[in-house]
Structure formats: structure tokens, C-alpha cells
């Protein structure tokens, strides 16, 4: 009850606050777009728990007007994100392509650098990769992905299975998550960064972790 009245309250203050803002808006500029992300995202989140309440009362341009800037604004931030692992040591190593429906966590020890490919839950690995934890790219393989993906820097591709079988069980996030709401978490992606850590040690993989990094596709 109290969580529900919270919510109400939140809302109508969402609505009028809009309904401020708009005007405030002609005024800003984009150099404080660091700022109106952080309120945007804040914004949004309001929006998404109240349900649509304020979104009956939208005409259907204002709503196809919102998709719009929320595809741009999503492609741009998914362009952005795609780009957290670059500029990793060994620089001559190119960038692995982060799988679609999935994604990549990367880490370098003692200049080779290890990217390990996962798929969300719901698909699986096109190849089977159970004993194959990671790809590794270094001196030893020539600057060059060691990938079932001949000559290129495709380490994985992701395909919508009801069962998943094709990998490691740790080479999937977890049930009923993607790899955007692990990232969100600092819990499940370090849990993800743990396994691939204790994967590497396992395999004699030891050393100072640098670059590293989750990205998705
Ligand atoms: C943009 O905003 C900044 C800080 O709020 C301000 O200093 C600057 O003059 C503004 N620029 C324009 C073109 O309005
Ligand atoms: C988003 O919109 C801006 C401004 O109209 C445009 O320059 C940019 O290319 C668009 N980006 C994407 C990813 O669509």
C-alpha cells in the first residue's frame, strides 16, 4: 500500500514536473548533456513504474515522436557502450566482435589479451565451445583471434535455443537476464569477471588483470 502510494505520488510529480521542464528545456544547451542523461534516465525509470499512466493522454505523433528519439538515443548509447573495450593492450590485437544477443568479457594478463564470449539467456553458441572457455589474441597467435570463426574476428554467434548446451555453463548470464542488466549490476558483473579470473588461474593464467571489460551486442 505504502510502495502504491509512493508510486501515485511519484507520478503526478512526474507530470508536473514535465510539464515544468518543457519550458526549461528551450533554455538549455547541449553542454550540460551530462547532467540531462542523469535526469533523463531518472526521468525514465518514473516513467516505466508508472505503468503508462501518463502515456494514455498522448496523442500518436507525440508517441511516434518519443520512439523516434528513443531509437536514436539508443543506438547512439549502444555505439557508445560497444566501444568500452577499445585501445586494450596488445594494441595489435584487433577488437573481437561482440556477439549479438550476447556479449563479451575481455581481459589482459601479462600482454595477451583473453575475451571470453557469452550468450543471454535463451540462445546458444552456434559451435560448441564447452572445453573452449575463451579466445585468446597475443605475440603467440600472430595478432590474430584464435577463433572456430576462420580468419576473422568473430569469436562467437548467439542463436535463439530453449536449452543450452553448446557451452561452458559459466559462458551464459544468468537466468532470465541479458547482458544489459548484468552490466547494470556491479554484483553480477563481477561475478562474471570472477569466472573468467578463475578460469584463466586455472589454466595457469596468472598476473596483474588489466583492460578489462564487458561489452553487448
Ligand atoms: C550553455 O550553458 C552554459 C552553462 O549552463 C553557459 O555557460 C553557456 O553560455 C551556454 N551557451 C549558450 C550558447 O547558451
Ligand atoms: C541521432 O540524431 C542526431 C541529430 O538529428 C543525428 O545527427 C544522429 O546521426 C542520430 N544518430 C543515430 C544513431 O541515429
Not at 96 to 108: F, Q, S
Not at 151 to 158: Q, T
Not at 178 to 207: R, V
Amino acid at each position: 500500500m505504502a510502495l502504491r502510494g509512493t508510486l501515485i505520488w511519484l507520478c503526478s510529480l512526474a507530470v508536473l514536473s514535465s510539464i515544468a521542464a518543457s519550458d526549461e528545456t528551450l533554455h538549455q544547451n547541449c553542454s550540460s548533456q551530462a547532467q540531462l542523461l542523469e535526469r533523463l534516465s531518472a526521468d525514465l525509470q518514473v516513467v516505466i513504474e508508472c505503468g503508462g499512466i501518463p502515456l494514455s493522454e498522448w496523442s500518436a505523433q507525440q508517441t511516434a515522436a518519443l520512439l523516434v528519439s528513443m531509437r536514436n538515443l539508443t543506438d547512439t548509447l549502444h555505439k557508445h557502450q560497444l566501444k568500452e573495450c577499445q585501445g586494450a593492450e596488445p594494441q595489435k590485437c584487433p577488437g573481437a566482435e561482440v556477439p549479438e544477443n550476447g556479449g563479451l568479457a575481455c581481459v589482459t594478463v601479462a600482454n595477451k589479451r583473453y575475451c571470453k564470449p557469452l550468450c543471454n539467456h535463451g540462445y546458444d553458441f552456434g559451435f560448441l565451445r564447452r572445453s573452449r572457455l575463451y579466445d585468446e589474441c597475443s605475440k603467440q597467435t600472430g595478432y590474430k583471434w584464435n577463433t572456430q570463426y576462420v580468419g576473422g574476428n568473430k569469436l562467437a554467434v548467439c542463436n535463439e535455443a530453449s536449452i543450452q548446451v553448446s557451452g561452458a555453463k559459466t559462458a551464459y548470464f544468468p537466468k532470465d537476464q541479458d547482458c544489459l542488466t548484468t552490466k547494470k549490476s556491479s554484483h553480477l558483473q563481477d561475478s562474471i569477471m570472477g569466472d573468467l579470473t578463475t578460469e584463466l588461474n586455472s589454466q595457469g593464467i596468472q598476473g596483474e588483470l588489466q583492460f578489462a571489460c564487458l561489452v553487448c551486442g
